[in-house]
């Protein structure tokens, strides 16, 4: 029985610690090593020991795709040189004339890859609220070849039902590829409950220290493991060693670190919504935000990631909270252990136009926070002094 087929009954813990560990068999090394090669030698022309080219096959990243794999409750994983290089091997499966149904609400490096990048390639993207599958139904032509959901979004927090999204895009004869970096495999496994492609920004969560750029693609068909691999090889949007070997250590504390995020997500979040001076609080876990069962359903908790904003909904107002902070940083990204505070309409979504991020609901003083795992105390009173 391998590895993988022997963790796959195990509790998530356990899978954790153990996906894609396996001793080094010339040393006994416990910690995979961090092969740093560009090539290797063969015996004779075309006889090799399974590696012949570092783009193509290393194994520390052999050994993390395995792992990304058993987290996630998939068959196969790939990884690449960052979220967006693993969005774009996805959307590499499409052709001229495809068409790809995508949430309105979602990461803005992902949108200006579909507007900037592909759509001049021919492929058409339609953008509708995913939270209502209404949506998606009404848009679905015989051209739908993808399906692309973020849940919960960034950065209004909004929830889409997975598997009955799944069920439109099997109707349709299309992918649906989920975007699960907000959630992490420790909080939902989006190939349980019918997507075709789980895709990570691994420098979020799985790295879980901010100290690695990288992207994950998960999924259970060898058909399309073999097309994104090849996409994968080809195009060469791969990440080195070293890369591979954090992201597999950050891994083996994912279920800690995300316990520590959600009991620190539930302190931040009841403490901004009892503020006097904040107007609307957007996070999963309140009972009465409006896809929550579905989120109760699919999710195993509702994460440390939130966006809030103020009564005076300024980007003046908002821009002097950012800038007040002392213990949670003001910078791009997410899901490392220190707390960090972002304004996305002048950093992750400005490339999206004002007009469509306010047609949204993402206004100019949206505050977007990616609660770490310090003392949730102190991260209360620093908001606390900020917000004033």
């Known amino acids: ?3 993988q087929l022997f963790l796959a009954d195990k509790k998530a813990a356990t899978r954790i610690i153990h996906a894609g560990s396996h001793p080094d068999p010339s040393t006994g090394a416990i910690m995979t090593p961090i092969y740093q090669t560009s090539t290797y030698v063969q015996s004779a022309p075309g006889v090799n020991q399974g590696y012949e080219y570092a783009r ?90 993808l399906i692309w959901i973020e849940t919960p979004t960034n950065p209004l927090m909004n929830i889409t039902d997975i598997h009955a999204v799944s069920k439109i895009a099997r109707k349709a004869g299309a992918l649906l590829c989920v975007d699960n970096t907000f959630a992490s495999p420790y909080l939902q496994n989006p ?21 690695v750029i990288q992207g994950a693609l998960v999924m259970n068909d060898q058909g399309l493991r073999d097309q994104l691999y090849f996409i994968q090889k080809s195009c060469g949007a791969v990440p080195g060693p070293l890369d591979c070997f954090l992201v597999l250590r950050g891994i083996k504390t994912l279920h800690v670190r995300m316990k520590q995020h959600c009991e620190n997500g539930f302190v931040v979040a009841h403490f901004l919504r009892k503020h006097p001076n904040v107007e609307r609080v957007y996070w999963c876990g309140f009972n009465d935000h409006p896809n929550y069962e579905i989120a109760k359903n699919q999710m195993k908790a509702f994460g440390g990631m939130m966006s809030f904003t103020l009564k005076d909904d300024s980007m003046e107002t908002a821009k002097r909270v950012l800038s007040s902070t002392r213990i949670f940083s003001l910078a791009e990204s997410l899901g490392g252990v220190e707390s960090l505070i972002n304004h996305p309409s002048s950093m992750t979504h400005a490339s999206i136009p004002r007009e469509e991020r306010i047609k949204n609901g993402l206004s100019d003083g949206l505050i977007r926070l990616s609660v770490g795992i310090e003392d949730a105390d102190d991260l209360v009173e620093d908001l606390k002094q900020a917000i004033g």
């Open 1 to 3: 029985m391998s590895d």
């Open 56 to 145: 193509s096959q290393n194994p520390t990243r052999f050994a993390l795709e395995e792992a990304l794999a058993v987290i996630e409750n998939g068959k196969y994983g790939l990884a690449f040189s960052s979220g967006v290089a693993a969005t774009d091997a996805v959307i590499k499966l499409l052709a001229p004339g495809d068409e790809v149904i995508a949430a309105n609400d979602m990461y803005g490096g992902t949108y200006r890859l579909f507007t900037k990048v592909f759509e001049k390639f021919g492929i058409r993207f339609i953008y509708v609220d995913t939270t209502h599958t209404a949506n998606i139904e009404a848009v679905v032509t015989p051209k739908t070849k």
């Open 191 to 211: 190939l349980n409950l019918g997507a075709d492609i789980v895709m990570h920004s691994a420098t979020k969560y799985l790295g879980g220290h901010s100290d």
